[in-house]
């Protein structure tokens, strides 16, 4: 079954460093997504993009995040300034069609990013 | 502003007892899901509800969705330790952002 694959599994950086979590979606949808979850609590969306352009943002993705469609199958999450509460899991996930489908959300595995 | 809110937050229970889990929201909403969550690992779709009084079943798993009290139910029948996982009920508000629930982290003891 395809699945959405994330690069890395654990990425530790320093605080103020930029970092970029990958994230491959599945190939034939045209929906994805990025949320996280701090550790114990709930998860909380990011960010949502189509058609090579953000759809949504939360309050929670101002301007040190960014996301970017380099290729036909890559899709990234940059934050350019790290802090120590941007420690988190980070899932990404795709989907293939809009509202009124069935089609649920499929997530990534995530990336925990650890900032020192 | 959607709010989600799941009931309990933590249970513990025994194998072969029967539970449900329930899922509040606060607004009108498209489209409720539920997930699985094994500790340290990403989120398994479960459910898709789609419609008032819409219910699925698998396995040992029944979600039930109630528009108009804007209420969904994950029914656990017998339960059995692999059941053992932390359980998001989401809802969609006009667009495609999931908002997620508490989560109700679920202990199934042998």
């Known amino acids: 079954e395809p699945e959405v694959t994330q690069t890395p599994s654990h990425q530790v950086t320093q605080m103020g460093q930029e970092v970029i979590l990958r994230c491959v979606p599945i190939?034939?949808?045209?929906?994805f997504y990025w949320y996280r979850q701090i550790l114990g609590q709930k998860v909380e969306f990011l960010v949502s993009f189509y058609n090579n352009e953000i759809s949504e943002k939360s309050e929670i993705f101002d301007d040190q995040f960014s996301v970017e469609r380099p290729d036909g199958s890559n899709f990234t999450l940059k934050i350019r300034s790290t802090k120590l509460e941007d420690s988190a899991m980070y899932f990404c996930?795709?989907?293939?069609?809009?509202?009124?489908?069935?089609?649920?959300?499929?997530f990534g595995d995530g990336t925990r990013l650890s900032i020192l | 502003e959607l709010k989600v809110e799941q009931n309990p937050l933590f249970l513990s229970m025994q194998e072969g007892k029967n539970y449900t889990i329930y899922c509040n929201y606060s607004?009108?909403?498209?489209?409720l899901y539920w997930y699985r969550q094994d500790p340290g690992k990403s989120l398994e779709s479960l459910f898709v509800l789609l419609s008032n009084g819409a219910v699925k079943q698998e396995g040992r798993l029944m979600a039930s969705l109630d528009t108009k009290a804007r209420l969904s139910t994950l029914h656990i029948t017998a339960a059995v330790h692999d059941l053992s996982a932390t359980y998001f009920c989401a809802v969609t508000g006009g667009g495609n952002k999931l908002t997620f629930g508490t989560g109700t982290q679920l202990k199934v003891e042998l």
């Open positions: 190939s034939n949808h045209l929906y």
């Open positions: 607004t009108t909403s498209d489209r």
């Open positions: 996930a795709s989907s293939g069609s809009r509202q009124g489908s069935n089609q649920p959300q499929h």
